[in-house]
């Protein structure tokens, strides 16, 4: 099974529409990121968190909101989608230890088209 | 503020050359460096980790290297071939914030 697993894979919604991406991690990392990432632009940051009670701004969370239920899971909402939040959305874990040295670990991605 | 480029945005080769893909960052306050691959329309998959204190790290064919006082890092691939066509992004994290700053990616194209 996957470590880092995110739902749904693919979204098709329309315009104004609330959406919640959810991602879910087996690695036991208290760190889990939020990305998106658009041709040309690269992978931006939306939000990410550190802990459980820790949530933190990216460069681009505007239009975003998040929700950190427990350690393994960490969910993107879309309050009311707009078209050009259409994009690859990534989720991402990672723990800063002196094994691992905070090495990010990625989700395979939903693809959201907002119509 | 943290900038990555990578350069350049695409490269075509021939099958069994080896290559050089170059990432450069602004701020030499870094805490590590990641490169990543990303098949098309796939999630990315760790390639190799540079702590700080570190000047390369090896995995198989790969070699990555890191000069903090210049701003650089190389991925030096060995043997190039047809299934190492992928995009290759590499990321920082800055220390302090310990947040991943990414590059746009240099997509590779390994010709049989």
């Known amino acids: 099974d996957a470590d880092v697993t995110q739902t749904p894979r693919n979204r098709i919604t329309k315009t104004g529409k609330r959406i919640m991406l959810e991602c879910s991690q087996t690695k036991g990392h208290d760190r889990m990121y939020w990305y998106r990432q658009d041709p040309g632009l690269g992978l931006r940051l939306i939000y990410y968190s550190f802990d459980v009670k820790d949530i933190n701004k990216g460069e681009i969370s505007d239009g975003y909101s998040v929700s950190r239920q427990a350690q393994a899971k960490f969910s993107l909402s879309l309050e009311s989608a707009i078209p050009n939040q259409t994009a690859l959305y990534f989720c991402?874990?990672?723990?800063?230890?002196?094994?691992?040295?905070?090495?990010?670990?990625f989700g395979p991605g939903t693809r959201l088209t907002v119509l | 503020k943290q900038e990555v480029t990578q350069i350049p945005a695409a490269l075509s080769v021939p099958e069994g050359e080896n290559l050089v893909l170059n990432c450069s960052f602004t701020?030499?306050?870094?805490?590590?460096l990641q490169w990543f691959r990303q098949d098309p329309g796939k999630g990315l998959t760790s390639l190799l980790l540079?702590?700080?204190?570190?000047r390369e790290q090896t995995s198989g064919r790969l070699n990555a290297s890191l000069d903090k006082s210049s701003g650089r890092s190389t991925l030096y691939i060995a043997a190039s071939q047809p299934g190492d066509s992928a995009t290759y992004l590499c990321?920082?994290?800055?220390?302090?914030?310990?947040?991943?700053?990414f590059g746009t990616g240099t997509r590779l194209k390994v010709l049989a």
């Open positions: 540079i702590q700080s204190s570190q």
């Open positions: 990321a920082v994290t800055t220390s302090g914030t310990y947040k991943y700053i």
């Open positions: 701020d030499s306050a870094i805490y590590n």
């Open positions: 991402a874990t990672s723990d800063l230890t002196s094994e691992s040295y905070n090495e990010q670990f």
